[in-house]
């Protein structure tokens, strides 16, 4: 599926955002998230320690104001660049690049690679929702442009996520994840919703978690005495996240009752991942798709100790538009414009009708 079909999602988006009572198309977004949105923030922050500059990183796609500038933990462009093309809004710049107001007069994007739902201690120097938050309302203070908070876009496309992966990755079992984690990871989102909708933020689109056991990530360090599903997932791990996703839904359809002033939009990314995943061949991924496209070595182009872009990384895939992940836990330009298109058009989208009615 490529950028034509994308800007035909987009276009039948826009005209319903014009012709909806009660739906206003945003002209502002703000953004929050982890590394699978975050744009530049934790590069700008640590930028040895956060290096996304190196090629391959970027090669599918050159920004039209920066070409050579790389930023993003992915070939080419994220949902939140994806979500702004679609309302006709400038890519989102990074909070903690600091440019001229006038950088900013459409959007912010306060995601931050490695960030948590929950304040954590961590060796890495990383930031959580609540931090961005924070940064969230310090901007609005500084910023004097005319921003409508009301009709402004709150992006929450997926944080969370790392919680559980630092987790596992420190021995935890998925037996025990859920009710170890869901009620502070749970707590930490609903506390910055709260603290935003308590703001004056009236617009929200919110997505699930991903099906992390499928990643080359996951499959590399836990696989080996996991059971899969029949396409090679982590049954035991997706069910992890499956379960949180219920308790995050029922939290969006809460608010709803609560909150009737305001929009929620909740997009199934776990749902609409599988739906690629069912379906390789039908949306151009090819056999190897599930192998990180940068990586390296191993059975999923995976080493935990040569990373995507190090001077001797030696295995890349000829063809990033036909794999689903770039490293070993984001995915590629290509996947990411298959799941813009599914949220733009409403395909697993929970939320009011004139925003969910955009099949094509």
């Known amino acids: 599926m490529g950028f034509h079909i994308l800007s035909l999602v987009a276009l039948v988006f826009l005209l319903a955002c014009k012709d909806a009572n009660a739906f206003v198309c945003p002209k502002y977004i703000y953004s929050f998230g982890d590394s699978l949105t975050d744009t530049g923030n934790a590069h700008a922050e640590v930028p040895l320690l956060y290096d996304v500059t190196r090629y391959p990183y970027g090669m ?25 093309q679609a309302f006709g809004i400038p890519f989102l710049e990074p909070y903690s690049r600091r440019f001229e107001q006038s950088a900013y007069s459409h959007g912010v994007n306060f995601a931050y690679s490695g960030a948590t739902a929950r ?56 037996a025990d994840a859920n009710a170890k984690l869901d009620d502070e990871v749970l707590g930490a989102l609903k506390q910055s919703v709260e603290k935003l909708h308590a703001g004056g933020a009236r617009f929200f689109f919110t997505f699930n978690q991903p099906p992390a056991g499928c990643t080359p990530y996951y499959r590399t360090l836990f696989g080996e005495k996991s059971a899969k599903d029949e396409f090679g997932c982590l049954s035991a791990y997706n069910a ?117 009615n955009l099949h094509y």
């Not at 969006?252 to 995943?277: K, N, S």
Request: glycine share 8%; net charge negative.
């Open 240 to 356: 992890v996240f499956e379960t949180l996703n219920h308790k995050i839904k029922a939290a969006v359809e809460a608010y709803r009752q609560m909150w009737p002033d305001t929009i929620f939009l909740y997009y199934d990314w776990f749902a609409g991942a599988y739906e690629v995943i069912q379906n390789q061949a039908k949306y151009g991924i090819d056999a190897a798709g599930f192998r990180a496209c940068c990586g390296g070595g191993g059975p999923y182009n995976f080493n935990p100790v040569v990373a995507c872009g190090a001077p001797s990384l030696g295995n890349l895939c000829s063809d990033p538009e036909r794999t689903l992940y770039w490293d070993s836990l984001h995915f590629t330009e290509a996947f990411y414009r298959l799941m813009a298109t599914f949220a733009l058009s409403g395909r697993f989208v929970d939320g009011p009708s004139e925003a969910v």
């Open 119 to 174: 304040s954590l201690q961590l060796p890495a120097p990383t930031l959580f929702l609540a931090r961005e938050v924070e940064h969230y309302f310090k901007f609005r203070e500084e910023f004097t442009g005319n921003v409508d908070v009301s009709t402004a876009l709150h992006l929450i496309p997926e944080i969370g996520g790392n919680d559980y992966t630092y987790a596992f990755t420190a021995g935890l079992s998925p």
């Open 60 to 84: 599918s796609y050159r920004f039209p104001d920066r070409p050579c500038e790389r930023t993003r933990f992915c070939d080419g462009r994220l949902i939140v660049d994806y979500t702004a």
